[in-house]
């Protein structure tokens, strides 16, 4: 092929293809990218996506390999450590020449450390943590934030707007997970406050129908309040689908940022709190509206009539 003729597409390493990642995997696959996954405790996924033509890798070292861009989309820190850090992990095993995308949502401290530890070694890692949800995951229509230098951005675009709808550049390395946890401690300050609002409307006897009307159509509008309160006022929890043992860890995240700052945080410590409560009640693997059903346990008030 002549100077001026296409380029190969990036051969690409998927570690992480659970709720989020399988769609973000699959459009990769669909799209043009040859695709090599890590092997994940759910098979059907894996099974999905090696019927799509992507290949399966023992190890993280072994996916590595004959990879060009790795993506990690896992749960948090401690997984991306494990992946980078661990037995046959990326960091020994990457080439100067590869590109590491941590999509999972992690402590910038951490993203700080694994960025120099691969900078030695001349490999770029980019943090770019999402927005939205599988739906969108599985649609191409995600949103991502990227901390990079600019020409590395340019290098990864055609691989993230394989699964994004939106590329946000929000600074150099390290500044996607930042800009992600305070974005998430904000939507959960508002899943928080609506739990604890329509528990109390319910009490007073208001009607919620009428509530929402007002909501919405005021001040208090948010995209959060019209996907959550219609069906939460129906019984529906499960409109948001982030689990709320992830928005915990999320906000948990937030506060040790805020606390490493030196910044008081007693709202994002309250918003925390909320979550470690309801998963202390049992809902850590429900959805983040069951806030609500953290709020009726307490109270002993049911949403829902029926």
Do not use: W
């Amino acid at each position: 092929m002549g100077q001026g003729g296409p380029q190969k597409a990036p051969r690409i390493g998927f570690i992480g293809v659970g709720m989020m990642g399988h769609g973000m995997a699959r459009n990769l696959a669909t799209k043009g990218f040859a695709l090599a996954i890590l092997g994940h405790r759910n098979r059907q996924p894996v099974e999905d996506l090696l019927a799509l033509g992507a290949e399966e890798a023992r190890n993280p070292a072994a996916l590595a390999q004959d990879a060009d861009i790795i993506v990690l989309c896992v749960t948090g820190t401690p997984q991306v450590e494990d992946i980078v850090y661990g037995a046959y992990g990326l960091l020994e095993a990457a080439r100067p020449d590869q590109v590491v995308i941590d999509c999972s949502t992690s402590e910038p401290d951490s993203t700080a450390r694994i960025f120099a530890d691969f900078a030695l070694r001349d490999v770029p890692f980019v943090d770019a943590p999402l927005a939205r949800g599988p739906k969108e995951a599985e649609e191409g229509r995600l949103n991502v934030m990227v901390g990079a230098e600019t020409p590395v951005l340019e290098r990864i675009r055609p691989v993230l707007a394989a699964f994004a709808e939106n590329i946000f550049h929000v600074g150099g390395p390290g500044e996607g997970h930042k800009l992600k946890l305070i974005n998430n401690f904000f939507v959960l300050g508002q899943a928080a406050l609506l739990a604890e609002a329509l528990i109390a409307g319910k009490r007073a006897g208001v009607d919620l129908e009428a509530l929402y009307r007002v909501m919405s159509a005021g001040g208090a509008n948010s995209n959060y309040l019209r996907l959550v309160m219609p069906e939460a006022i129906k019984g529906d929890y499960g409109s948001m689908q982030f689990l709320l043992e992830l928005a915990r860890k999320d906000l948990r995240y937030y506060t040790h940022m805020t606390e490493s700052l030196g910044l008081p945080g007693p709202l994002g410590e309250a918003v925390h709190q909320a979550f470690v409560q309801a998963a202390a009640l049992g809902l850590g693997k429900k959805m983040v509206p069951s806030l609500i059903e953290a709020q009726e346990k307490l109270t002993g008030v049911k949403l829902a009539s029926g």
